[in-house]
Nanobody
Framework: QGQLVESGGGLVQAGDSLRLSCTSP???????NAWFRQTPGKEREFVAA????????YYADSVKGRFTISKDNAKYSFYLEMNNLSPEDTAKYYC??????????????????WGQGTQVTVSS
């Protein structure tokens, strides 16, 4: 960890929006850039990913249609736009990057570098 830095978390109400950012001060970027989230006592859960080369995006079913992942290669940054948030989205959100191919895209253990996490809390 330590290669990536997240920002943008906070406390919002249900239905609100937030935008998370992930940047790499060391210019660590890889084939896939992703967001995961985790709540106490649960495993880290895949949220969204984007391919560095072709911009193809992948989403968990629970966020499809509400969240949008994007990136800016020139800034070594990527983002997660979260709309229509619900209390079920409350979690610590982590950005991560992995090399290699598509295999293991949804598996947090396959990622090489992580940020420290940013808390998102959605009140009802």
């Amino acid at each position: 960890q330590g290669q990536l830095v997240e920002s943008g978390g906070g406390l919002v109400q249900a239905g609100d929006s937030l935008r998370l950012s992930c940047t790499s001060p060391t210019r660590t970027f890889s084939m896939f850039n992703a967001w995961f989230r985790q709540t106490p006592g649960k495993e880290r859960e895949f949220v969204a990913a984007i391919s560095r080369n072709d911009d193809y995006t992948y989403y968990a079913d629970s966020v499809k249609g509400r969240f949008t992942i994007s990136k800016d290669n020139a800034k070594y940054s990527f983002y997660l736009e979260m709309n229509n948030l619900s209390p079920e989205d409350t979690a610590k959100y982590y950005c991560a990057v992995k090399g290699g191919g598509y295999t293991g895209l949804y598996d947090y253990t396959q990622y090489d570098y992580w940020g420290q996490g940013t808390q998102v809390t959605v009140s009802s």
